[in-house]
């Protein structure tokens, strides 16, 4: 953030050479200097540059109010979020006016009389655009002044008449005056609340308790919800979705990438989760908005694998801190523990009441096998398969730790075969930087093979045996 202007009155704006733009002015300006000059306007969001970011410029350059439709977790708050950074980062407002209106363009009649008064005195302030961003969660009990206005009988008590526009307190929507203001989940507004949102979006007044108070609000009204196929709860009305100017589809992200990128960046990691943990956690939710089983109106929320990456990474720092390894890093049985607390995330379809524990696990092995394949395709794994038919058994677990794990491995003679694994998982970092990297790689190997039918498997007491 740089520092505020100090011009502090309207004549010293004037002086200074400052233009008045409307808000869709100001963003479309902004919007195309950021794309002329190569830079990105949309920080952070991964997998809707080819979609939904093209549609959503479009609408920004012909000053469209937008909807975004999509399920849970497609980044749609994240990217209305993300509309401050093509404001300007101040903007001069009369000083203590209650709509933060332009010294150029006062509105209420407050600052009508006051720019009268003061003249090129006229107090300014500047206002920062993380200030001009208004966000509101739609809910049933919301009302008309919480979001428009009401009569405010506190002014009335000071002598004012019921007829002084200056009794009215204003709601969110007024507030947002050249500003962003962001309805989340707007089918869940009751429905006489939309209607009352209608002048709003085409005539640009308000009208409170019989009031007709021709403000001309300058302001971007964008909102997000659910498809309405899904929310039953609710719905848009018709007027008030044909004053959208743009409604944009948002989805999930479509390249692996794109998945694991999201992971990454949300994911608040207290230990280390390698990159095969996150692509087997991109790889499961994928499957799971695939699947027959699991309710796809509902979706399956990228905070999904978020909140896996998150709990696997706490699972590697329980069972460092208590057996007092020097490196927290995650391993494939932290994986498989995690994804149980994580079932309550999904919504499976009625039928498969029950079903619920063997779907997860099937889906979960699916994959992990499509991981192994990936990172192992032509690996010889011979002389581990025949040493563990020979009796040799491997223990690991959420409480082995990662020397005694890779101390319970065969010993393969002079073959290098535990390294040539370590190199092909972390081949984009030149290999294993510790012992836990390396059991986290052998893990993966091995249950590969068990879920190719190379090896068994038994699990019990927190212990896996491979054998």
Do not use: C
Not at 25 to 32: A, F, Q, S, V, Y
Not at 88 to 95: A, Q, Y
Not at 110 to 122: E, F, K, N, V
Not at 374 to 398: N, P, W, Y
């Amino acid at each position: 953030m740089t520092a505020a202007p100090t011009i502090s009155t309207l004549g010293q704006l004037r002086a200074s050479g400052h233009v008045f733009k409307s808000l869709r002015e100001e963003i479309r300006d902004n919007l195309l200097a950021k794309l002329a000059a190569g830079e990105d306007p949309w920080p952070g969001l991964h997998g809707l540059e080819d979609t939904v970011i093209p549609q959503l410029e479009r609408a920004l350059i012909a000053g469209h109010d937008v909807v975004l439709l999509g399920e849970r977790g497609q980044g749609k708050t994240r990217l209305l979020r993300t509309l401050v950074g093509l404001l300007d980062e101040w903007t001069p407002v009369i000083e203590g006016s209650e709509l933060g209106e332009h010294p150029y363009e006062p509105v209420t009649v407050g600052s009508q009389r006051l720019a009268a008064t003061a003249g090129d005195a006229l107090p300014i302030a500047w206002k920062h655009r993380s200030e001009r961003y208004s966000e509101k969660l739609a809910t049933p009990d919301t009302s008309v002044a919480d979001l428009i206005g009401d009569v405010d009988p506190m002014k009335v008590a000071e002598g004012r008449s019921l007829g002084d526009p200056e009794t009215i307190h204003f709601g969110l929507i007024p507030r947002s005056h050249r500003g962003i203001v962001a309805i989340n989940e707007l089918p869940d507004l009751a429905e006489r609340i939309q209607v009352a949102m209608l002048n709003v979006m085409e005539e640009r007044d308000i009208q409170i308790r019989g009031y007709v108070l021709r403000l001309p609000l300058d302001l971007l009204v964008v909102a997000s919800a659910n498809p309405e196929d899904y929310t039953n709860r609710g719905r848009i009305i018709t007027p008030l979705k044909d004053r959208f100017g743009a409604e944009i589809r948002t989805h999930y992200p479509r390249e692996l990438s794109a998945e694991m990128a999201v992971i990454r960046q949300e994911a608040t990691l207290v230990a280390d989760v390698p990159d095969h943990l996150l692509e087997i956690l991109a790889v499961f939710t994928r499957h799971l908005r695939g699947s027959s089983a699991v309710d796809q109106r509902s979706g399956v929320s990228a905070r999904f694998s978020i909140a896996g990456a998150e709990t696997v990474a706490a699972a590697a720092l329980h069972r460092a801190t208590v057996a007092g390894e020097p490196d927290a890093v995650a391993r494939l049985v932290d994986l498989e523990t995690a994804v149980e607390v994580l079932s309550g995330k999904i919504e499976f379809e009625s039928g498969e009441e029950g079903r619920e524990a063997e779907i997860l696990t099937h889906l979960l092995r699916t994959a992990i096998a499509e991981t192994v394949r990936k990172h192992f395709r032509g690996l010889d794994f011979a002389l581990l398969i025949d040493a563990i038919e020979d009796g040799r058994m491997v223990t690991t677990g959420t409480k082995v730790t990662a020397r005694a794990f890779l101390e319970s491995l065969p010993v393969l003679g002079e073959s290098d075969l535990y390294d040539q694994i370590g190199d092909r998982v972390y081949e984009s970092t030149g290999g294993p930087k510790n012992d836990g990297q390396l059991a986290s790689a052998v893990e993966l190997a091995l249950e590969g093979l068990f879920l190719a039918r190379k090896i068994g498997k038994d699990t019990a007491d927190g212990e896996t045996i491979y054998g």
